[in-house]
């Protein structure tokens, strides 16, 4: 495609459930960052993929977040026993080259009930 | 002291007045800057990247970066209803791979 997809665009929830989120970034770009948006709040890094190397977690809240990637393509973010303060929008971006522009997808808002 | 720093404003302005947006950055090895638009209720998008020190120009849009001064600024000329957003400035630190983002600057274009 010719940007980053994201999906679902919208998710509604019971506090604890499990979600997955999914990102399809754009053909051909290596890096990919999670990233969470609060309700008026800034961007918060969450994880960040680098082609096949071991991923940077760094920014996972907690162990209820986990996420995956295989090489170069699909990502899919996991939300375990989802509690009301995960509610925000999830946003994905790819890079073409490591820390450079991101094109960032149309997020997934997750609301938590 | 925070990574990158930003009013939070609102910053508001008159339509065709030029809209000054300015952020600071604390490491000084600090190599690429990335001004990003996000209009309320939809995702970040680039409006301006630079990485050596001067003025970049796109359209009605300048970035000015001053390495010395560890600052990057956005100008906005003939500011337009439409440039009303909240604007990201991003610093990649030298030796990272996960831009940080400031807190972004509310900007309001008023007729």
């Known amino acids: 495609g010719a940007g980053v997809s994201q999906s679902p665009s919208n998710k509604v929830t019971e506090k604890g459930k499990d979600v997955e989120l999914r990102c399809d970034p754009i053909?051909?770009?290596?890096?990919l960052y999670w990233y969470r948006q609060r309700l008026g709040q800034g961007l918060e890094f969450l994880i960040y993929f680098q082609g096949n190397s071991a991923p940077d977690k760094s920014g996972l809240p907690s162990d209820r977040f986990s996420a995956e990637r295989t090489g170069e393509s699909v990502s899919t973010l996991t939300i375990q026993r989802t509690q009301q303060e995960d509610s925000a929008v999830y946003l994905c971006?790819?890079?073409?080259?490591?820390?450079?522009?991101?094109?960032f997808g149309a997020g997934t808002r997750l609301s938590v009930l | 002291q925070k990574e990158v720093e930003q009013n939070s404003g609102p910053l508001s302005v008159p339509e065709g007045a030029i809209a000054s947006l300015n952020c600071t950055y604390s490491?000084?090895?600090?190599?690429?800057f990335f001004w990003y638009r996000q209009y309320s209720g939809k995702s970040p998008e680039l409006i301006m990247s630079?990485?050596?020190?001067g003025d970049k120009e796109d359209g009605r849009f300048t970035a000015q970066l001053n390495k010395a001064s560890q600052y990057v600024s956005l100008l906005i000329r003939d500011s337009q209803p439409s440039d009303s957003a909240t604007y990201l400035c991003a610093v990649n630190r030298r030796g990272s791979y996960i831009p940080t983002f400031g807190r972004g600057t509310s900007l309001i274009v008023h007729p």
């Open positions: 630079i990485y050596s020190n």
């Open positions: 490491d000084r090895g600090s190599q690429s």
């Open positions: 971006a790819s890079s073409g080259r490591t820390g450079d522009i991101q094109y």
């Open positions: 053909s051909g770009h290596t890096a």
